[in-house]
């Protein structure tokens, strides 16, 4: 599994939406913990990857009522990521290191939402800072 893709209808309560893409975002993050425990010469983060440069941020392009999740092999392939396949690289490196952390889906206003990993209370967002794609 390199990425996956899921259609949904956004016609449900914001609650719904966005505990059910928080279930989304971990199952990419069991698959990174996965793929990265086999693969430790890994970047350590989405800021580290690309040596050094840090991975790119692009907008999930939301096509209809489609979501696609690229997984870490893909994700480092491609050089960028959305901010849900972002938090899933850095979250599965957290929880690998013993770290409490999960992806939480914030909502940005008109049906926007963006993801960042909460670790014990604390919000970090890995698409801060980089560049856009
Ligand atoms: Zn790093």
Same mark, same amino acid.
């Given at each position: 599994?390199?990425?996956?893709? =899921?259609?949904?209808?956004?016609?449900?309560?914001?609650?719904?939406?966005?505990?059910?893409?928080?279930?989304?975002?971990?199952? &990419?993050?069991?698959?990174? =913990?996965?793929?990265? +425990?086999?693969?430790?010469?890994?970047?350590?983060?989405?800021?580290?990857? %690309?040596? *050094?440069? *840090?991975?790119?941020?692009?907008?999930?392009?939301?096509?209809?009522?489609?979501?696609?999740?690229?997984?870490?092999?893909?994700?480092?392939?491609?050089?960028?990521?959305?901010?849900?396949?972002? &938090?899933?690289?850095?979250?599965? #490196? @957290?929880?690998? @290191?013993?770290?409490?952390? @999960?992806? @939480?889906?914030?909502?940005?206003?008109?049906?926007?939402? #963006?993801?960042?990993? %909460?670790?014990? *209370?604390?919000?970090? %967002?890995?698409? +801060?800072?980089?560049?856009?794609?």
């Amino acid at each position: 599994m390199a990425a996956y893709t =899921i259609s949904y209808s956004m016609d449900l309560p914001e609650e719904t939406i966005r505990g059910w893409l928080e279930a989304l975002c971990e199952v &990419a993050v069991q698959y990174n =913990i996965a793929w990265l +425990r086999a693969n430790p010469q890994a970047p350590c983060c989405v800021s580290c990857a %690309d040596n *050094g440069r *840090g991975l790119r941020y692009e907008a999930p392009r939301v096509s209809g009522s489609e979501v696609r999740f690229a997984t870490a092999p893909e994700l480092l392939e491609r050089g960028r990521g959305t901010c849900h396949e972002l &938090a899933a690289y850095d979250c599965a #490196h @957290k929880r690998i @290191k013993g770290e409490m952390a @999960k992806c @939480k889906v914030k909502t940005q206003g008109n049906d926007q939402f #963006h993801v960042v990993i %909460d670790s014990w *209370g604390t919000e970090t %967002d890995p698409s +801060r800072g980089l560049n856009h794609a």
